[in-house]
């Protein structure tokens, strides 16, 4: 009987941790104010920050750098901060307490 209940919530909680998403929101668009950059991801501060609910820290965004796919969005904060042109971004889910930057906008 204990060996059941057990293996019960074992599926009771596997099924609650398969079934997690990351919403999908879009930040409004604004001239980068900050950058910093390390050796695994960039943090981005723009002129104009929104809350992103499911973050606990909201005074940045995150780009990771784990595929070099990341990189021609990288340039592309590159060049609008240097050319003090707008971004967007869409953003999924949180790294470091931060929302993280899945797509670069140039507005």
């Known amino acids: 009987m204990i060996v ?4 019960l919530l074992m599926l009771v909680l596997h099924s609650l941790v398969s079934n997690t998403v990351n919403a999908t929101s879009y930040s409004s668009a604004g001239a980068i104010d900050k950058m910093t950059t390390g ?10 920050m929104e809350s ?3 973050c606990e820290k909201q005074d940045w965004y995150i780009l990771e750098f784990g595929s070099s796919a990341r990189l021609p969005m990288y340039s ?9 042109q707008k971004v967007s971004f869409q953003l999924q889910g949180c790294k470091h307490g931060y929302a993280v930057i899945t797509h670069v906008y140039n507005n």
């Open 4 to 7: 059941k209940i057990k293996y």
């Open 39 to 48: 050796k695994d991801f960039a943090r981005v501060r723009l002129d104009a």
């Open 52 to 54: 992103y609910e499911e």
């Open 76 to 84: 592309m904060l590159l060049a609008a901060k240097a050319s003090k």
